[in-house]
């Protein structure tokens, strides 16, 4: 990498492409560190880049560089005014406007725009704690950058996420304090107002360069490799695509179907760890042997959507002769869904058809607020639902009429 960028041939003339190659002159960026690192090594390069860019093309004829100026037409200087959205022109040159049909248009890309906004903030946040060795608030970064994207369109910006690329340098250059993100904030504006003029002298190439060696140290290509080596095929696979469409396509892209692959490798995951068995005596409960007539089945994991026919289809499957009740200890079951609750109450019915009473044991709070939604209450006879494991089986025991033989 080198800060100065190879000019461009003209019939007149001048240099030619390739007379300044990079490798030629030590590359301040990796450098300056060894020197000091008081002063960030980019604020340097940058300078020093764009002073030898500007000495070059006015010493050498044709010789030209392509700066933020000449490329973008300058940086605008002045403090950002409060203006309103729809009151800035459109393509056309016409006022946008504000009406249903816009807001109705613009909702799904907003809800996209607010969801990836969020999930590379919070990458930012877990790349800067590796980086750092800290722990973020992840409440406050999304409390934040709402804040701020809900207030910039009033100032004439666009929504904006936490870039890896800026938290990355700024940590490399010291930064472990949420106060480096306010010295940042006032030194970008302070520069807008005061120097941005000066700013269009900066060269594309000495900023490509910057980016490069940016993009570089955030990879972390040794834990990289670590993770390739060591993390469950799963993760790896997330990983390796997530990689493969930043690089082909953007990271709008990747983290889009990384969420998704990594969701539905969750639901597997979580379907096989979820299971029913049938414990009987072995259960750690069970001191004295079940009367004849009661079986007891301990499930396990959360009964969601994925897991929750795999778990109830054990017992559904039975055989229900002399059978008559069966105990669900469901002590092991933190949560269930809408699919794990049509699948249980299916269980249900069709064990009360055939005369069988079921038994609800061990229930965790968050099934209880599921089940008092859906308006289950205890059923003579039928069902009866308990917080408590032991009392769930004591009252399978009186159902039957005590020890009244083994199974």
Request: glycine share 10%; proline share 7%; net charge positive.
């Amino acid at each position: 990498m080198t800060l100065v960028v190879p000019c461009r041939p003209h019939d007149h003339g001048g240099l030619q492409r390739g007379d300044i190659r990079g490798g030629k002159q030590p590359d301040l960026l990796l450098l300056w560190p060894l020197i000091t690192r008081k002063v960030p090594a980019p604020l340097v390069a940058l300078a020093i880049g764009a002073v030898m860019a500007f000495v070059l093309t006015q010493l050498l004829p044709g010789f030209e560089v392509a700066t933020i100026s000449s490329r973008f037409h300058g940086i605008p200087q002045g403090a950002p005014v409060p203006v309103l959205p729809w009151h800035l022109p459109s393509t056309s040159g016409q006022p946008i406007g504000l009406s249903f049909e816009l807001i109705r248009a613009l909702a799904p890309s907003a809800f996209a725009i607010a969801m990836l906004g969020a999930i590379e903030s919070l990458l930012s946040a877990v790349v800067a704690d590796g980086m750092t060795g800290h722990k973020h608030d992840p409440d406050a970064e999304l409390i934040a950058q709402g804040v701020g994207n809900l207030v910039v369109p009033f100032f004439g910006g666009v929504a904006a996420t936490g870039a890896l690329a800026r938290t990355a340098a700024n940590v490399r250059s010291g930064a472990r304090s949420p106060l480096a993100a306010v010295c940042h904030s006032v030194f970008v504006l302070l520069a807008v107002l005061l120097v941005a003029p000066v700013l269009g002298y900066l060269p594309m190439a000495s900023m490509a360069a910057l980016l490069i060696l940016v993009a570089w140290n955030m990879g972390e290509w040794r834990h990289f490799s670590n993770l390739l080596r060591s993390a469950p095929r799963s993760d790896v696979l997330v990983l390796l695509v997530c990689f493969t469409l930043t690089i082909v396509f953007d990271m709008v892209v990747s983290v889009t179907v990384g969420i998704l692959l990594a969701s539905l490798l969750f639901l597997r995951s979580m379907a096989e760890v979820s299971g029913t068995t049938l414990v009987g005596e072995s259960h750690p409960l069970v001191e004295e042997p079940l009367p004849r007539g009661v079986l007891l089945y301990e499930i396990a994991g959360p009964l969601f959507f994925g897991a929750a026919q795999r778990a109830i289809g054990v017992i559904a499957r039975l055989d229900r002769r002399g059978v008559k009740v069966v105990v669900l200890d469901v002590t092991a079951v933190p949560a269930v869904d809408a699919t794990g609750l049509l699948n249980l109450q299916s269980l249900v019915e069709r064990l009360n058809a055939a005369g069988i009473k079921v038994i609800l044991a061990g229930v965790q709070p968050q099934p209880m607020r599921t089940f008092a939604r859906a308006r289950w209450r205890t059923r003579k006879g039928r069902l009866r639902i308990f917080r408590s494991c032991p009392r769930g089986i004591d009252l399978a025991r009186a159902t039957v009429g005590g020890n009244g033989g083994h199974r």
